[in-house]
Protein backbone atom coordinates (compact mmCIF):
# COMPACT_ATOMS: atom_id res chain seq x y z
CA UNK A 1 0.00 0.00 0.00
CA UNK A 2 1.31 3.38 -1.22
CA UNK A 3 1.56 6.23 0.97
CA UNK A 4 0.97 9.52 -0.05
CA UNK A 5 3.60 12.46 -0.49
CA UNK A 6 2.73 14.37 2.51
CA UNK A 7 2.13 11.32 4.65
CA UNK A 8 5.84 9.64 3.78
CA UNK A 9 7.49 12.75 4.60
CA UNK A 10 6.06 13.08 8.08
CA UNK A 11 6.87 9.43 8.70
CA UNK A 12 10.11 10.44 7.48
CA UNK A 13 10.38 13.14 10.04
CA UNK A 14 9.35 10.87 12.67
CA UNK A 15 11.87 8.08 11.66
CA UNK A 16 14.13 10.63 12.26
CA UNK A 17 13.76 11.96 16.02
CA UNK A 18 13.42 8.21 16.48
CA UNK A 19 9.29 7.80 17.21
CA UNK A 20 6.51 6.41 14.98
CA UNK A 21 3.62 8.07 14.06
CA UNK A 22 1.32 5.24 14.81
CA UNK A 23 2.20 4.93 18.48
CA UNK A 24 4.95 7.23 19.51
CA UNK A 25 6.93 4.87 20.36
CA UNK A 26 10.85 5.66 21.08
CA UNK A 27 12.94 3.54 18.58
CA UNK A 28 16.43 3.23 18.67
CA UNK A 29 18.71 2.35 16.13
CA UNK A 30 21.57 0.69 16.81
CA UNK A 31 24.37 -0.65 14.24
CA UNK A 32 26.04 -3.85 15.63
CA UNK A 33 29.50 -5.07 14.51
CA UNK A 34 27.74 -8.20 12.70
CA UNK A 35 25.02 -10.47 11.96
CA UNK A 36 24.62 -12.77 15.19
CA UNK A 37 24.86 -16.43 14.81
CA UNK A 38 22.93 -17.88 17.32
CA UNK A 39 20.40 -15.87 20.41
CA UNK A 40 20.60 -18.89 22.63
CA UNK A 41 22.46 -17.82 25.57
CA UNK A 42 24.52 -20.85 26.51
CA UNK A 43 25.90 -21.23 22.65
CA UNK A 44 26.61 -17.63 21.98
CA UNK A 45 30.51 -16.45 21.68
CA UNK A 46 30.76 -13.11 20.16
CA UNK A 47 30.38 -9.18 21.42
CA UNK A 48 27.47 -8.96 18.76
CA UNK A 49 25.45 -11.74 19.99
CA UNK A 50 26.25 -10.90 24.02
CA UNK A 51 25.11 -6.86 23.07
CA UNK A 52 21.56 -8.29 21.57
CA UNK A 53 21.53 -10.56 24.82
CA UNK A 54 21.79 -8.32 27.53
CA UNK A 55 18.94 -6.54 26.22
CA UNK A 56 16.72 -9.75 26.10
CA UNK A 57 17.73 -11.33 29.63
CA UNK A 58 19.25 -10.32 32.72
CA UNK A 59 21.42 -12.76 35.13
CA UNK A 60 21.92 -12.32 39.05
CA UNK A 61 24.21 -9.81 38.26
CA UNK A 62 25.02 -6.93 35.68
CA UNK A 63 26.79 -4.04 34.22
CA UNK A 64 25.76 -0.55 34.74
CA UNK A 65 26.39 2.37 32.40
CA UNK A 66 29.95 2.41 33.87
CA UNK A 67 30.91 -1.40 33.45
CA UNK A 68 30.54 -2.01 37.54
CA UNK A 69 28.87 -5.43 38.69
CA UNK A 70 25.56 -4.50 40.18
CA UNK A 71 22.80 -6.36 41.33
CA UNK A 72 20.32 -7.62 38.29
CA UNK A 73 17.62 -10.55 39.14
CA UNK A 74 19.56 -10.77 42.55
CA UNK A 75 18.95 -7.77 45.19
CA UNK A 76 21.74 -8.95 47.10
CA UNK A 77 23.85 -11.70 48.29
CA UNK A 78 26.29 -13.10 51.21
CA UNK A 79 29.33 -15.01 50.58
CA UNK A 80 30.66 -17.80 53.24
CA UNK A 81 34.08 -16.80 55.32
CA UNK A 82 35.88 -19.20 53.10
CA UNK A 83 34.71 -17.80 49.73
CA UNK A 84 33.42 -20.48 48.21
CA UNK A 85 29.40 -20.62 48.90
CA UNK A 86 27.29 -17.71 47.73
CA UNK A 87 23.92 -17.33 48.75
CA UNK A 88 21.72 -15.11 46.35
CA UNK A 89 18.33 -13.60 47.23
CA UNK A 90 16.49 -12.53 43.90
CA UNK A 91 14.15 -9.95 43.36
CA UNK A 92 10.24 -10.69 42.65
CA UNK A 93 10.30 -10.69 39.09
CA UNK A 94 8.79 -12.13 36.11
CA UNK A 95 9.08 -13.80 32.23
CA UNK A 96 7.56 -12.22 29.27
CA UNK A 97 5.01 -14.45 29.46
CA UNK A 98 3.78 -13.69 32.90
CA UNK A 99 5.61 -16.50 34.75
CA UNK A 100 7.47 -15.51 37.72
CA UNK A 101 11.22 -15.94 37.74
CA UNK A 102 12.56 -18.39 40.35
CA UNK A 103 15.70 -20.10 41.88
CA UNK A 104 14.68 -22.51 39.88
CA UNK A 105 15.28 -21.03 36.35
CA UNK A 106 18.78 -20.02 37.50
CA UNK A 107 19.60 -23.99 38.48
CA UNK A 108 17.92 -25.34 34.91
CA UNK A 109 20.00 -22.52 33.44
CA UNK A 110 23.25 -23.13 34.49
CA UNK A 111 23.24 -26.94 34.86
CA UNK A 112 22.15 -26.96 31.18
CA UNK A 113 24.69 -24.90 29.90
CA UNK A 114 27.51 -26.91 31.34
CA UNK A 115 25.80 -30.23 29.82
CA UNK A 116 27.84 -31.53 26.99
CA UNK A 117 25.04 -32.16 24.67
CA UNK A 118 24.18 -28.46 24.93
CA UNK A 119 27.53 -27.73 22.96
CA UNK A 120 28.50 -24.21 24.90
CA UNK A 121 31.61 -23.25 23.33
CA UNK A 122 31.67 -21.03 27.12
CA UNK A 123 30.80 -23.04 29.89
CA UNK A 124 34.49 -23.04 30.92
CA UNK A 125 33.81 -19.86 32.19
CA UNK A 126 31.79 -21.33 34.89
CA UNK A 127 34.40 -23.93 35.64
CA UNK A 128 34.78 -22.62 39.19
CA UNK A 129 31.05 -23.95 40.08
CA UNK A 130 30.82 -27.24 42.04
CA UNK A 131 31.64 -30.06 39.75
CA UNK A 132 31.51 -27.85 36.56
CA UNK A 133 34.37 -28.79 35.09
CA UNK A 134 33.80 -32.55 34.85
CA UNK A 135 29.96 -32.37 33.85
CA UNK A 136 30.79 -30.62 30.95
CA UNK A 137 33.78 -32.82 30.30
CA UNK A 138 31.25 -35.81 30.59
CA UNK A 139 32.38 -37.05 33.86
CA UNK A 140 29.66 -36.02 35.94
CA UNK A 141 25.95 -36.09 36.43
CA UNK A 142 24.53 -32.25 35.58
CA UNK A 143 22.67 -32.67 39.27
CA UNK A 144 25.84 -32.75 41.04
CA UNK A 145 26.36 -29.10 40.08
CA UNK A 146 26.80 -26.99 42.92
CA UNK A 147 24.10 -24.61 42.08
CA UNK A 148 20.77 -25.34 44.43
CA UNK A 149 17.51 -23.38 45.22
CA UNK A 150 16.84 -22.80 49.02
CA UNK A 151 13.28 -21.70 48.45
CA UNK A 152 12.04 -19.65 45.17
CA UNK A 153 13.74 -16.33 45.81
CA UNK A 154 17.24 -17.93 47.33
CA UNK A 155 19.66 -19.35 45.11
CA UNK A 156 22.64 -21.12 46.48
CA UNK A 157 26.32 -21.49 44.32
CA UNK A 158 28.72 -23.67 45.55
CA UNK A 159 32.57 -22.99 44.08
CA UNK A 160 35.72 -25.56 43.82
CA UNK A 161 37.33 -23.06 45.50
CA UNK A 162 37.69 -19.44 46.10
CA UNK A 163 37.50 -17.08 43.01
CA UNK A 164 38.28 -13.45 43.60
CA UNK A 165 35.91 -12.65 40.10
CA UNK A 166 33.33 -14.56 40.24
CA UNK A 167 30.79 -11.92 41.00
CA UNK A 168 31.81 -10.22 37.92
CA UNK A 169 31.48 -14.13 36.32
CA UNK A 170 28.11 -14.08 36.72
CA UNK A 171 27.42 -10.80 34.63
CA UNK A 172 28.49 -12.86 31.11
CA UNK A 173 26.09 -14.03 29.00
CA UNK A 174 26.64 -17.32 30.26
CA UNK A 175 24.63 -16.41 33.19
CA UNK A 176 21.95 -15.70 31.49
CA UNK A 177 19.12 -17.38 32.33
CA UNK A 178 17.02 -19.47 29.96
CA UNK A 179 12.80 -19.73 30.17
CA UNK A 180 12.68 -23.88 30.81
CA UNK A 181 9.06 -24.48 29.64
CA UNK A 182 9.77 -23.10 26.40
CA UNK A 183 13.12 -25.10 25.95
CA UNK A 184 11.63 -27.89 26.41
CA UNK A 185 8.73 -27.22 24.15
CA UNK A 186 10.73 -25.73 21.22
CA UNK A 187 13.67 -27.44 21.56
CA UNK A 188 16.84 -25.46 19.51
CA UNK A 189 13.83 -23.21 18.22
CA UNK A 190 13.17 -21.69 21.46
CA UNK A 191 15.43 -18.85 20.42
CA UNK A 192 12.56 -18.21 17.54
CA UNK A 193 10.05 -14.88 17.62
CA UNK A 194 6.93 -15.64 18.99
CA UNK A 195 8.76 -18.84 20.81
CA UNK A 196 11.24 -16.91 23.26
CA UNK A 197 10.15 -15.95 26.30
CA UNK A 198 12.84 -13.47 27.87
CA UNK A 199 13.51 -11.70 31.54
CA UNK A 200 15.15 -8.55 30.35
CA UNK A 201 14.25 -5.24 29.76
CA UNK A 202 13.02 -6.53 25.78
CA UNK A 203 11.65 -9.44 23.79
CA UNK A 204 12.57 -10.35 20.15
CA UNK A 205 10.02 -8.84 17.74
CA UNK A 206 11.84 -10.59 14.74
CA UNK A 207 14.97 -11.94 13.45
CA UNK A 208 15.64 -11.49 9.65
CA UNK A 209 19.44 -12.79 9.24
CA UNK A 210 21.74 -10.15 7.62
CA UNK A 211 19.10 -7.30 7.93
CA UNK A 212 18.49 -6.96 11.65
CA UNK A 213 17.30 -7.67 15.11
CA UNK A 214 14.17 -6.15 16.10
CA UNK A 215 13.36 -5.83 20.26
CA UNK A 216 10.48 -4.38 21.90
CA UNK A 217 10.04 -3.26 25.73
CA UNK A 218 8.94 -5.72 27.91
CA UNK A 219 5.40 -4.88 29.96
CA UNK A 220 6.53 -7.53 32.43
CA UNK A 221 10.28 -6.09 33.06
CA UNK A 222 10.78 -5.44 36.73
CA UNK A 223 12.04 -1.88 36.12
CA UNK A 224 9.61 -1.36 32.76
CA UNK A 225 9.03 1.93 34.01
CA UNK A 226 12.39 3.52 33.92
CA UNK A 227 13.17 1.75 30.39
CA UNK A 228 12.83 4.85 28.33
CA UNK A 229 13.04 3.30 24.71
CA UNK A 230 10.45 1.33 23.44
CA UNK A 231 12.14 -0.36 20.49
CA UNK A 232 15.80 -1.12 19.45
CA UNK A 233 16.20 -2.73 16.24
CA UNK A 234 19.96 -3.76 15.77
CA UNK A 235 21.22 -3.57 12.00
CA UNK A 236 24.09 -5.49 11.39
CA UNK A 237 27.14 -3.39 9.83
CA UNK A 238 30.01 -5.88 8.79
CA UNK A 239 30.95 -2.67 6.27
CA UNK A 240 32.14 0.25 8.88
CA UNK A 241 31.42 2.50 6.10
CA UNK A 242 28.10 1.61 5.62
CA UNK A 243 26.89 2.71 9.10
CA UNK A 244 28.83 5.63 9.20
CA UNK A 245 27.11 6.38 6.13
CA UNK A 246 23.70 5.27 7.20
CA UNK A 247 24.41 7.01 10.61
CA UNK A 248 25.04 10.54 8.80
CA UNK A 249 21.09 10.19 7.05
CA UNK A 250 20.08 10.36 10.10
CA UNK A 251 18.74 6.25 9.92
CA UNK A 252 20.74 4.74 12.81
CA UNK A 253 21.43 6.35 16.19
CA UNK A 254 24.71 4.91 17.10
CA UNK A 255 27.88 2.93 15.13
CA UNK A 256 29.40 0.15 17.25
CA UNK A 257 32.68 0.25 15.17
CA UNK A 258 34.24 2.54 12.59
CA UNK A 259 36.94 2.88 9.85
CA UNK A 260 39.83 3.22 11.03
CA UNK A 261 40.64 4.96 7.84
CA UNK A 262 38.72 7.74 8.19
CA UNK A 263 39.47 8.02 11.75
CA UNK A 264 40.74 11.70 10.71
CA UNK A 265 37.63 13.28 8.85
CA UNK A 266 35.04 11.65 11.22
CA UNK A 267 36.53 13.05 13.87
CA UNK A 268 36.88 16.22 11.81
CA UNK A 269 32.91 15.73 10.90
CA UNK A 270 31.46 14.27 14.35
CA UNK A 271 33.98 16.21 16.56
CA UNK A 272 32.81 14.20 20.26
CA UNK A 273 30.57 11.66 18.98
CA UNK A 274 33.31 9.30 18.21
CA UNK A 275 34.45 7.57 20.91
CA UNK A 276 37.60 5.94 21.52
CA UNK A 277 37.89 4.86 25.13
CA UNK A 278 40.33 1.93 26.25
CA UNK A 279 39.10 -1.53 26.35
CA UNK A 280 39.93 -4.74 27.60
CA UNK A 281 40.60 -6.50 24.69
CA UNK A 282 42.87 -8.03 21.86
CA UNK A 283 43.76 -8.06 18.43
CA UNK A 284 45.63 -11.35 17.35
CA UNK A 285 46.66 -13.84 14.95
CA UNK A 286 45.91 -17.12 15.93
CA UNK A 287 48.26 -19.73 14.02
CA UNK A 288 46.96 -23.18 13.25
CA UNK A 289 49.95 -25.28 15.61
CA UNK A 290 49.26 -28.75 14.78
CA UNK A 291 49.14 -28.00 11.15
CA UNK A 292 52.70 -28.38 8.66
CA UNK A 293 54.86 -25.93 9.11
CA UNK A 294 53.16 -23.81 11.49
CA UNK A 295 53.93 -26.77 14.12
CA UNK A 296 57.39 -25.25 13.89
CA UNK A 297 57.57 -22.72 16.87
CA UNK A 298 60.69 -21.41 14.50
CA UNK A 299 58.06 -20.50 12.02
CA UNK A 300 55.40 -18.78 14.79
CA UNK A 301 57.76 -16.57 16.00
CA UNK A 302 59.20 -15.58 12.60
CA UNK A 303 55.89 -14.32 11.93
CA UNK A 304 55.44 -12.68 14.75
CA UNK A 305 58.81 -10.77 14.86
CA UNK A 306 58.48 -9.55 11.53
CA UNK A 307 55.46 -7.75 12.20
CA UNK A 308 55.59 -3.67 12.77
CA UNK A 309 53.04 -3.63 15.34
CA UNK A 310 53.67 0.30 15.58
CA UNK A 311 52.86 1.19 12.01
CA UNK A 312 49.53 -1.22 12.43
CA UNK A 313 48.61 0.43 15.52
CA UNK A 314 49.31 4.23 14.16
CA UNK A 315 48.86 4.31 10.42
CA UNK A 316 46.25 1.28 10.05
CA UNK A 317 43.99 1.96 12.65
CA UNK A 318 45.08 5.50 12.89
CA UNK A 319 46.31 5.44 16.47
CA UNK A 320 43.20 4.21 17.70
CA UNK A 321 44.77 1.06 18.66
CA UNK A 322 48.06 -0.10 21.24
CA UNK A 323 51.08 -2.28 19.78
CA UNK A 324 50.79 -5.39 21.74
CA UNK A 325 54.04 -7.41 22.72
CA UNK A 326 51.97 -9.65 24.76
CA UNK A 327 48.43 -10.66 24.92
CA UNK A 328 47.09 -10.20 28.50
CA UNK A 329 46.31 -6.45 28.19
CA UNK A 330 47.77 -3.24 30.32
CA UNK A 331 45.29 -2.04 33.07
CA UNK A 332 44.70 -5.14 35.31
CA UNK A 333 45.63 -4.27 38.36
CA UNK A 334 45.78 -7.80 40.04
CA UNK A 335 48.15 -8.82 37.25
CA UNK A 336 50.38 -5.71 36.82
CA UNK A 337 52.85 -5.76 33.32
CA UNK A 338 52.59 -8.51 31.09
CA UNK A 339 54.99 -10.71 29.88
CA UNK A 340 56.29 -9.16 26.74
CA UNK A 341 58.02 -10.59 23.91
CA UNK A 342 62.10 -10.56 23.86
CA UNK A 343 61.96 -8.58 20.58
CA UNK A 344 60.14 -5.60 22.09
CA UNK A 345 62.74 -3.37 21.97
CA UNK A 346 64.47 -4.25 19.00
CA UNK A 347 64.54 -2.11 15.61
CA UNK A 348 62.01 -3.50 13.29
CA UNK A 349 65.64 -4.29 10.65
CA UNK A 350 67.49 -6.53 13.66
CA UNK A 351 63.83 -8.46 13.90
CA UNK A 352 63.61 -8.56 10.27
CA UNK A 353 66.87 -10.43 9.70
CA UNK A 354 66.02 -12.57 13.09
CA UNK A 355 62.97 -13.69 11.32
CA UNK A 356 64.51 -14.50 8.13
CA UNK A 357 67.37 -16.56 9.73
CA UNK A 358 64.28 -18.67 11.87
CA UNK A 359 62.70 -18.74 8.58
CA UNK A 360 65.76 -20.28 6.86
CA UNK A 361 66.77 -22.96 9.75
CA UNK A 362 63.14 -24.05 8.88
CA UNK A 363 63.36 -24.66 5.33
CA UNK A 364 62.15 -21.18 4.10
CA UNK A 365 63.56 -18.20 2.34
CA UNK A 366 63.59 -15.69 0.03
CA UNK A 367 63.64 -18.20 -2.40
CA UNK A 368 62.42 -20.81 -1.33
CA UNK A 369 59.00 -18.89 0.23
CA UNK A 370 56.49 -19.99 2.78
CA UNK A 371 52.96 -19.64 1.40
CA UNK A 372 50.39 -19.74 3.45
CA UNK A 373 46.72 -17.74 3.76
CA UNK A 374 45.42 -15.19 6.29
CA UNK A 375 41.42 -15.90 7.12
CA UNK A 376 39.55 -12.97 8.52
CA UNK A 377 35.98 -11.35 8.69
CA UNK A 378 35.06 -9.11 6.82
CA UNK A 379 35.68 -5.54 7.82
CA UNK A 380 37.76 -2.60 6.09
CA UNK A 381 39.73 -2.06 8.90
CA UNK A 382 40.50 -6.02 9.45
CA UNK A 383 41.46 -6.38 5.69
CA UNK A 384 43.87 -3.13 5.83
CA UNK A 385 45.74 -4.86 8.45
CA UNK A 386 45.84 -8.36 7.01
CA UNK A 387 46.98 -6.33 3.25
CA UNK A 388 49.61 -4.63 5.88
CA UNK A 389 50.94 -7.91 7.29
CA UNK A 390 51.29 -9.57 4.57
CA UNK A 391 53.65 -6.85 2.63
CA UNK A 392 55.99 -7.21 5.81
CA UNK A 393 55.93 -10.59 5.59
CA UNK A 394 56.70 -10.53 2.04
CA UNK A 395 60.21 -8.72 3.30
CA UNK A 396 61.24 -12.48 5.00
CA UNK A 397 59.94 -14.50 2.54
CA UNK A 398 56.69 -15.25 3.08
CA UNK A 399 53.87 -14.74 0.34
CA UNK A 400 50.31 -14.67 2.33
CA UNK A 401 46.97 -14.93 0.20
CA UNK A 402 44.21 -12.92 1.80
CA UNK A 403 40.27 -15.18 2.37
CA UNK A 404 37.84 -13.17 4.38
CA UNK A 405 34.37 -14.42 5.57
CA UNK A 406 31.15 -12.55 7.21
CA UNK A 407 31.49 -12.49 10.83
CA UNK A 408 29.42 -15.20 12.02
CA UNK A 409 30.66 -18.10 9.57
CA UNK A 410 34.29 -16.87 10.70
CA UNK A 411 34.37 -17.97 14.00
CA UNK A 412 31.95 -20.64 13.31
CA UNK A 413 34.78 -22.24 10.59
CA UNK A 414 37.46 -21.67 13.63
CA UNK A 415 35.59 -23.24 16.60
CA UNK A 416 34.98 -25.91 14.33
CA UNK A 417 38.14 -26.28 13.76
CA UNK A 418 38.47 -25.40 9.90
CA UNK A 419 41.88 -26.04 7.99
CA UNK A 420 43.28 -22.43 8.23
CA UNK A 421 47.02 -21.37 7.98
CA UNK A 422 46.75 -18.24 10.30
CA UNK A 423 43.19 -16.31 11.25
CA UNK A 424 41.98 -13.05 12.43
CA UNK A 425 40.08 -12.96 15.92
CA UNK A 426 39.89 -10.90 18.76
CA UNK A 427 39.46 -11.62 22.65
CA UNK A 428 37.40 -8.60 24.78
CA UNK A 429 37.90 -9.51 28.18
CA UNK A 430 34.45 -10.63 30.13
CA UNK A 431 36.03 -9.88 33.74
CA UNK A 432 39.62 -7.95 34.60
CA UNK A 433 41.58 -10.77 35.00
CA UNK A 434 44.50 -12.06 33.16
CA UNK A 435 43.33 -15.33 33.63
CA UNK A 436 40.38 -14.41 31.48
CA UNK A 437 42.66 -14.22 28.44
CA UNK A 438 45.34 -16.69 29.26
CA UNK A 439 42.81 -19.59 29.71
CA UNK A 440 42.15 -19.00 25.96
CA UNK A 441 44.77 -21.57 24.54
CA UNK A 442 44.15 -24.28 27.50
CA UNK A 443 44.17 -27.50 25.73
CA UNK A 444 40.78 -28.39 26.99
CA UNK A 445 39.27 -25.00 25.94
CA UNK A 446 37.88 -26.67 22.46
CA UNK A 447 35.50 -23.35 22.00
CA UNK A 448 38.32 -20.81 21.84
CA UNK A 449 42.31 -22.74 21.41
CA UNK A 450 41.74 -21.97 17.96
CA UNK A 451 45.19 -22.65 17.51
CA UNK A 452 44.50 -26.20 18.82
CA UNK A 453 47.82 -25.38 20.77
CA UNK A 454 48.80 -28.23 23.66
CA UNK A 455 51.12 -27.93 26.77
CA UNK A 456 50.78 -29.61 29.67
CA UNK A 457 53.09 -27.28 31.53
CA UNK A 458 51.02 -24.28 30.44
CA UNK A 459 47.99 -26.12 31.44
CA UNK A 460 49.79 -26.82 34.74
CA UNK A 461 50.76 -23.46 35.91
CA UNK A 462 47.00 -22.36 34.88
CA UNK A 463 45.60 -24.69 37.34
CA UNK A 464 48.12 -23.76 39.92
CA UNK A 465 47.28 -20.12 39.75
CA UNK A 466 43.54 -21.64 39.85
CA UNK A 467 44.09 -23.30 43.38
CA UNK A 468 46.37 -20.66 44.73
CA UNK A 469 45.39 -17.82 47.39
CA UNK A 470 48.03 -15.77 47.71
CA UNK A 471 47.51 -12.61 45.09
CA UNK A 472 50.86 -12.34 44.54
CA UNK A 473 51.98 -16.07 43.74
CA UNK A 474 49.02 -16.47 41.65
CA UNK A 475 50.15 -13.49 39.55
CA UNK A 476 53.85 -14.48 39.27
CA UNK A 477 52.19 -18.15 38.34
CA UNK A 478 50.57 -16.47 35.47
CA UNK A 479 53.25 -14.12 34.55
CA UNK A 480 55.06 -17.69 34.05
CA UNK A 481 51.93 -19.14 31.75
CA UNK A 482 51.86 -15.73 29.68
CA UNK A 483 55.82 -15.84 29.31
CA UNK A 484 55.35 -19.67 27.93
CA UNK A 485 52.55 -18.21 25.66
CA UNK A 486 54.89 -15.53 23.96
CA UNK A 487 57.67 -18.14 23.45
CA UNK A 488 55.43 -20.78 21.78
CA UNK A 489 52.95 -18.09 19.92
CA UNK A 490 49.66 -19.82 19.24
CA UNK A 491 48.57 -16.64 18.95
CA UNK A 492 50.42 -13.65 17.48
CA UNK A 493 49.31 -10.60 19.55
CA UNK A 494 49.07 -7.46 17.52
CA UNK A 495 47.27 -4.76 18.94
CA UNK A 496 45.61 -3.74 22.52
CA UNK A 497 41.57 -2.38 21.71
CA UNK A 498 39.97 1.13 22.18
CA UNK A 499 36.79 1.17 21.21
CA UNK A 500 35.46 2.97 18.47
CA UNK A 501 32.12 4.22 17.95
CA UNK A 502 29.79 6.98 16.78
CA UNK A 503 27.40 8.46 19.19
CA UNK A 504 24.39 10.62 18.58
CA UNK A 505 23.92 13.82 20.96
CA UNK A 506 20.59 12.71 20.48
CA UNK A 507 21.27 9.20 22.51
CA UNK A 508 21.73 10.16 26.20
CA UNK A 509 22.93 7.80 29.26
CA UNK A 510 26.18 6.41 26.48
CA UNK A 511 28.86 6.39 29.09
CA UNK A 512 32.55 5.38 28.08
CA UNK A 513 33.80 2.37 29.83
CA UNK A 514 36.72 -0.31 29.42
CA UNK A 515 33.92 -2.89 28.55
CA UNK A 516 32.69 -0.94 26.01
CA UNK A 517 28.71 -1.97 27.35
CA UNK A 518 25.72 -0.29 26.61
CA UNK A 519 22.57 -1.76 27.85
CA UNK A 520 19.87 0.02 26.13
CA UNK A 521 17.47 -0.01 29.09
CA UNK A 522 19.99 2.38 30.73
CA UNK A 523 19.74 4.75 27.48
CA UNK A 524 17.28 7.56 26.23
CA UNK A 525 16.55 9.19 22.92
CA UNK A 526 15.70 12.81 22.81
CA UNK A 527 14.29 15.05 20.10
CA UNK A 528 17.66 17.48 18.57
CA UNK A 529 15.38 20.08 18.67
Known sequence: ?????????????????????ASAE??????????????????TSTIAEATILGDLYEGLLIHDTSARVVPGMAESWEISPDNTRYTFHLRKAKWSNGDPITADDFVYSLRRIMTPATGAKYANILYPVKNGEAIHKGEADPETLGVRALDPETLEITLERPTPYFLELLSHQTGLPVHKASVEKFGADFVKPGNMVTNGAYTLVDFTPDEKVELAKSPTYYDAANVQIDRVIYYPMEDRSACVRRYEAGEIDSCSDLPTDQMASLREKFGDQVRTPPYLGTYYYAVHTDKPPFDDVRVRRALSMAIDRV?????????????AYAFVPPGIESYGEPSTAGFKDEPMLDREDEALRLLEEAGFGLDNPLKLEIAFNTSENHRNTAVAIADMWKAVGVEA????????????????????????????????????????????????????????????????????????????????AEAIFMRDVPFIPLMYYSSHSLVSPRLKGWTDNILNIHLTRFLSLVDAN
Open 1 to 21: MGLGLGRAAAVALMVLVGVTS
Open 26 to 43: VVYRRGNDANPETLDQHK
Open 401 to 480: KLLNRDGSSHYAYLREKGDFDVARAAWIGDYSDAQNFLFMVRSDNSGFNYANYANPEYDGLLDKAAAELDPEKRSALLHE
Open 311 to 323: YLADEIWAGTMLP
